[in-house]
Each structure stands twice: as C-alpha cells, then as structure tokens.
C-alpha cells in the first residue's frame, strides 16, 4: 500500500544511453512532480503535471521529457545521458488545495558512468 | 524571487539535547512555510507546517513558529534522539504553484 512509488530504485547506466524512471502514486492526488536532488542534498524542482498536463517546467535540459499517461502516473524519460545527470530523482504528488504538502516518493539513485 | 536559507551543517548532538535549526526566507506576499525531513535512504516527508504569522507548527516533539517580523521559522525540538538523525528542510510555499527548499540541514544525534 506505498503512497508514493518509484521505479527502478537504483539505475546505473552508461553516458549517451536513454532511460526512464517510472513514477505510481496511489494516493488520488491530482498533481505530481519531479525533483533532481544533487550530490549536496540539494532539491530542485524539474516539472509538475496536474491531471496529465504540464503545469512547471523548469530550465533542465530537453533530454529530460516528462509523460504523464493517467493523473496516477508521472515518468521521466532522459536521452542521451551525462555524467552531470547523476542524482537520486524524486517523484512527489500533492493534491488539489494543498500543492505544499507533498508526499515523495523513495527516489531514484542514477548513477552514469 | 522567493528564498530560504537555512544554517548550513552537519548539526551534531547528544541524545536529550535541545535541537534548533534556523531558517529564514525572503517572499513577496504572506507565504506558507513547511519543515521537510529526509530519513537515510528515503524520500522527504512533511514534519510541520504553519500558513501564517504568529502560528506554531508542531509534530513528533518538535516545533516551529512562523515570525512574520524576522522573516523566521526555526525549528526546535527540546530533546533529541538518535532516531531524529536525518535532513531537515526549510521550505516555502509562495504561490507559485513550487515549494522553495532551503539546502537542508543534516543532523546526528548520537547516543
């Protein structure tokens, strides 16, 4: 019954491949986002849908693409992968008059080589 | 545009000791203002929050109270446990349809 959840846990893959990572939340919410969080811990928003449509889009690179299939669902596709694309990735969802309180998924390590 | 700053770690203490992390922000209009925590190896999950000024946030022992005049929300807890070591996250929500995060904080407590 996880609220919240992201496949694969850990990714590791080699400079120039495509990969996605898969994003499921259960919890009825009607926005969903994408967070990179680097080496430092540090958290920057990427992108956040409400029910299938793209509502932030931040400046990161058009290699990363966001799909949204249902409003239960968010995945993050990246091409054409860089060393500077290593970080643990988080899925989050929030629902409708409350878009703060956020409930993250356990992220994904992505580790490029 | 909207910002936290939050004190920069690592934070260190014993079991039992009083526990403040500072933060302050910069926001135009009256934001929301949330603390984050980080356990190892897991996703960020809500500890408190406060909407507007003079309001307490509270949860699991700790607290923090929203200071419109110093622009502050500090979070203090007045005895810590080992199970509290974890990344603590300022944030703020502003309008924007984005919560802002501070860099995080991260805190030890040993026994």
């Known amino acids: 019954d996880t609220a919240v959840s992201q496949t694969p846990k850990y990714l590791v893959t080699q400079m120039g491949n495509d990969k996605s990572i898969k994003c499921e939340q259960n919890?009825?919410?009607?926005?969903m986002y994408w967070y990179k969080q680097d080496s430092k811990k540090f958290l920057k928003i990427m992108f956040s849908y409400n029910n299938k449509e793209l509502i932030i889009n931040e400046t990161v690179p058009n290699r990363f693409s966001p799909k949204s299939p249902d409003k239960a669902h968010l995945n993050l596709h990246i091409n054409s992968l860089e060393l500077g694309d290593s970080a643990v990735y988080f899925c989050?969802?929030?629902?409708?008059?409350?878009?703060?309180?956020?409930?993250f998924g356990p992220g994904t390590r992505l580790t490029v080589t | 545009g909207d910002s936290v700053t939050q004190m920069e770690g690592p934070v260190t203490l014993s079991e039992e000791a009083f526990l403040t992390i500072n933060c302050t922000y910069t926001a135009t209009g009256y934001p929301s203002l949330f603390w984050y925590v980080q356990y190892p190896g897991e996703g960020l999950q809500l500890l408190l929050k406060a909407t507007k000024a003079d309001d307490k946030g509270s949860n699991k022992g700790f607290e923090a109270t929203y200071r419109k005049e110093t622009t502050s929300f500090h979070l203090e807890k007045g005895s810590v446990q080992v199970s509290d070591s974890a990344v603590y996250f300022c944030?703020?929500?502003?309008?924007?349809?984005?919560?802002?995060f501070g860099k995080g904080t991260k805190l030890t407590v040993n026994p």
């Open positions: 919890l009825g919410h009607d926005t």
């Open positions: 989050a969802s929030s629902q409708a008059g409350a878009t703060y309180e956020q409930y």
């Open positions: 944030a703020l929500g502003g309008g924007s349809e984005k919560l802002v």
